[in-house]
């Protein structure tokens, strides 16, 4: 079975670098599934997306508190989706408001994950990525 890849990035800076791992790590390990929620650079890299970072993003004062329903209920599929699926790695590159929750989501699952963001690199326990 390939492995299964979840990235997470709901920034334009953060959607271009996710976009580059995932480019690499399937050139490195073909057929590998990735699915996770970003913009168009990782959907062109051929990315499932299960939400837009277009949907996510929020600038302003009353915006955020707007797009919060919408947060909120991505952060419960996602969960969610963490329990029922094993994914072999959670990738989470910046969007840090988001993404340290959705890290949390994913360790409580006992989901190996990467956070990358603002100079902070943390992988709690090392993926495996070798295919099966």
Known sequence: MPPRV??????PSGD????????ALAAACPGVMV????????????????ARAEQLSATGALQPIQRLA????????????????RDDLVLLVD????????????????LPGIYR??????APTPPVLAPH
């Not at 979840?6 to 920034?11: D, H, N, P």
């Not at 271009?16 to 480019?23: M, T």
């Not at 963001?117 to 943390?122: F, N, S, T, V």
């Open 95 to 110: 969007y840090p408001g988001f993404n340290l929750r959705v890290a949390r989501a994913a360790a409580t699952a006992g």
């Open 35 to 50: 699915e996770g929620v970003g913009g168009a650079y990782l959907a062109a890299a051929g990315v499932r997306l299960h």
């Open 70 to 85: 919408t947060h909120v209920a991505l952060l419960g599929r996602l969960r969610r989706r963490f329990r029922e699926r």
């Open 16 to 23: 271009r670098h996710a976009a580059s791992v995932v480019r």
């Open 117 to 122: 963001g603002e100079g902070i690199a943390r």
């Open 6 to 11: 979840f990235v997470g990035a709901g920034e």
